[in-house]
């Protein structure tokens, strides 16, 4: 046995998904995924609120081609707080496929953060969901976001619907671009056109340096599988209103789903549902993604 043993109600990822009969286009981002350790090689985080099963690398990079994206962008996951080793382990080994996206503290070197940006790091994480992380003040972040501006980096906040209201002038006040993980994580019980969602989509229109991932339909659905529908409108509106603000991933190995795990190929068809045409998808997967993480490819 291993040092970390998994949550007891810890849902591995699907170990083997469908090849999706959506054939993704040249040059496609998965721009949300992670890797979980292996624990014995890049220890969890003490400070962490789960235990995952291990998801490597390799396997992340077999999902890659299997699925036929080219590239992924890999978010530092609250497990590994903010040891960010196993991301960077694999932002080397994909050889340039892959970008990170960071999570750091305050005084954070100004060597680590070169150490990053040579690795492929172009963000870092502020996440407020606090089933994940312990509440932390506004300027806590704001010194981050201040350090990491210089770099041209961005900043992608996660947090739920019910907090925006609370976190907008903060939100609104940071220095770089703004990418929101889950859409904010809409209650997709609530009317598209409802206030919830307005809120969120008046962020987007009157502030253009918020992008939005249209992500985590399996994460936000209360109709669940196979199609996810209850999540097809709300994506639709975000991708049709703001459509070169958005970035699709798939957000695998799929922290702390409960009640079913995605067949990750059926997640790439999804696609097709909530960008429906082959301009949107280009917009989506391949041009958005590819500005934003390796825009400064020369
Ligand atoms: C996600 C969502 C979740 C977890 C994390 O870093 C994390 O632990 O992001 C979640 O539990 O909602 O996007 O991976």
Same mark, same amino acid.
């Given at each position: 046995?291993?040092?970390?043993?998994?949550?007891?109600?810890?849902?591995?990822?699907?170990?083997?998904?469908?090849?999706?009969?959506?054939?993704?286009?040249?040059?496609?981002?998965?721009?949300?995924?992670?890797?979980?350790?292996?624990?014995?090689?890049?220890?969890?985080?003490?400070?962490?609120?789960?235990?995952?099963?291990?998801? !490597?690398?390799?396997?992340?990079?077999?999902?890659?081609?299997?699925?036929?994206?080219?590239?992924?962008?890999?978010?530092?996951?609250?497990?590994?707080?903010?040891?960010?080793?196993?991301?960077?382990? @694999? %932002?080397? @080994?994909?050889?340039?496929?892959?970008?990170?996206?960071?999570?750091?503290?305050?005084?954070? $070197?100004?060597?680590?953060?070169?150490?990053?940006?040579?690795?492929?790091?172009?963000?870092?994480?502020?996440?407020?969901? &606090? &089933?994940?992380?312990? #509440?932390?003040?506004?300027?806590? *972040? &704001?010194?981050? @976001?201040?350090?990491?501006?210089?770099? $041209?980096?961005?900043?992608?906040? *996660?947090?739920?619907?019910?907090?925006?209201?609370?976190?907008?002038?903060?939100?609104?006040?940071?220095?770089?671009?703004?990418?929101?993980?889950?859409?904010?994580?809409?209650?997709?019980?609530?009317?598209?056109?409802?206030?919830?969602?307005? %809120?969120?989509?008046?962020?987007?229109?009157?502030?253009?340096?918020?992008?939005?991932?249209? !992500?985590?339909?399996?994460?936000? !659905?209360?109709?669940?599988?196979?199609?996810?529908?209850?999540?097809?409108?709300?994506?639709?509106?975000?991708?049709?209103?703001? #459509?070169?603000?958005?970035?699709?991933?798939?957000?695998?190995?799929?922290?702390?789903?409960?009640?079913?795990?995605?067949?990750?190929?059926?997640?790439?068809? *999804?696609?097709?549902?909530? @960008?429906?045409?082959?301009?949107?998808?280009?917009?989506?997967?391949?041009?958005?993604?590819?500005?934003? *993480?390796? $825009?400064?490819?020369?």
């Amino acid at each position: 046995m291993g040092t970390f043993e998994m949550d007891a109600d810890w849902l591995c990822f699907d170990p083997s998904p469908s090849k999706p009969t959506y054939r993704l286009p040249p040059g496609a981002v998965d721009a949300h995924c992670h890797v979980f350790g292996p624990g014995d090689e890049f220890p969890y985080a003490p400070e962490r609120k789960y235990t995952p099963c291990d998801a !490597s690398k390799d396997q992340l990079f077999a999902l890659r081609d299997l699925l036929g994206f080219e590239r992924n962008v890999i978010v530092q996951a609250t497990c590994h707080g903010a040891d960010n080793a196993a991301m960077v382990d @694999a %932002l080397v @080994a994909s050889k340039g496929r892959a970008r990170g996206v960071a999570t750091v503290g305050p005084h954070v $070197g100004d060597d680590e953060l070169a150490e990053l940006h040579e690795a492929g790091v172009r963000g870092v994480r502020f996440n407020f969901v &606090r &089933r994940l992380v312990d #509440p932390k003040p506004d300027d806590y *972040y &704001r010194s981050i @976001a201040e350090r990491i501006a210089a770099l $041209g980096w961005h900043v992608v906040v *996660y947090f739920e619907a019910q907090d925006l209201a609370e976190r907008w002038d903060f939100f609104t006040s940071l220095p770089t671009i703004v990418v929101v993980d889950h859409m904010g994580r809409p209650d997709v019980g609530k009317p598209v056109d409802g206030p919830e969602f307005g %809120l969120f989509l008046k962020l987007m229109a009157e502030h253009p340096q918020f992008w939005s991932k249209v !992500s985590g339909a399996e994460r936000l !659905s209360l109709s669940g599988p196979p199609g996810y529908d209850d999540v097809v409108p709300f994506h639709r509106r975000v991708v049709e209103t703001f #459509p070169d603000r958005v970035l699709f991933g798939t957000d695998w190995p799929h922290p702390n789903l409960k009640g079913h795990m995605p067949d990750d190929g059926k997640l790439v068809d *999804y696609v097709q549902r909530i @960008a429906t045409t082959e301009e949107l998808r280009q917009k989506l997967l391949v041009d958005n993604p590819t500005r934003l *993480y390796w $825009g400064d490819d020369t």
